[in-house]
């Protein structure tokens, strides 16, 4: 069994940053791939950046392209997330999953595993 737990979330004003970190315990951290999806109030879950067990292959959605980067630290068991020039658009509560394919996918059934989510508010 695997654990994550998000942390780092919180208010933001527009055009701020915040880092996001998932931390995982229980089976080993060197799965082939992590990710990160959020969920905003009435919308569906979707995926927002991935990478791969190295590290050296990611993807991110188009909407945060160039604002938000993904890197992971497989001796700390850590994924991360930077945020930076944040829009009121990103409001939502952040996610992080673990998934057994080595491709860096986007479809929410590849993920085995999942976090609780850390709220993340970027005022306007």
């Known amino acids: 069994q695997v654990q994550l737990v998000e942390s780092g979330g919180g208010l933001v004003q527009a055009g701020g940053s915040l880092r996001l970190s998932c931390a995982a315990s229980?089976?080993?951290?060197?799965?082939?791939?992590m990710a990160w999806f959020r969920q905003a109030p009435g919308k569906e879950r979707e995926f927002v950046a991935g990478?791969?067990?190295?590290?050296?292959?990611?993807k991110t959605a188009d909407s945060v392209k160039g604002r938000f980067t993904v890197s992971r630290d497989n001796a700390k068991n850590t994924m991360y997330l930077q945020m930076n020039s944040l829009k009121p658009e990103d409001t939502a509560v952040y996610y992080c999953?673990?998934?057994?394919?080595?491709?860096?996918?986007?479809?929410?059934?590849?993920?085995?595993?999942w976090g609780q989510g850390t709220q993340v508010t970027v005022s306007s």
């Open positions: 999953a673990q998934s057994a394919y080595a491709s860096v996918l986007t479809g929410l059934n590849n993920y085995d595993y």
């Open positions: 229980g089976r080993t951290f060197t799965s082939p791939t």
């Open positions: 990478i791969s067990r190295s590290g050296g292959s990611t």
